[in-house]
Nanobody
């Protein structure tokens, strides 16, 4: 099994920044992908960013391109989401996810493991 624990959420004013962290533990696969998703009240969970663990290739939703950056630390088994120029529309619970394949998919059903979520609130 794989365990994911996300942290770093909080309350920030519009235009501000936050960095989310996710620690990965357990039975790690030789080749896998990590992702960040978010779910706003009354909305479906949506893809935010993904990264291939071996190559470091990154993928982003159009809504966050240029503002968010996903990165990883292979030694610490951590994945990060640096969020800049935050907007009230970014308010959501953010989840990290993992899948035992190098491919990054934007659909939630393609991801096998999920963290507990961390709340991000952006005030206007």
């Amino acid at each position: 099994q794989v365990q994911l624990v996300a942290s770093g959420g909080g309350l920030v004013q519009a235009g501000g920044s936050l960095r989310l962290s996710c620690v990965v533990s357990g039975r790690l696969f030789s080749n896998f992908a990590m992702g960040w998703f978010r779910q706003a009240p009354g909305k479906e969970r949506e893809f935010v960013a993904g990264i291939k663990w071996s190559s470091g290739s990154t993928y982003y939703a159009d809504s966050v391109k240029g503002r968010f950056t996903i990165s990883k630390d292979n030694v610490k088994n951590m994945v990060y989401l640096e969020m800049n120029t935050l907007e009230p529309e970014d308010t959501a619970v953010y989840y990290c996810a993992a899948r035992p394949s190098a491919l990054v998919f934007t659909t939630t059903t393609a991801w096998n493991y999920w963290g507990q979520g961390t709340q991000v609130t952006v005030s206007s």
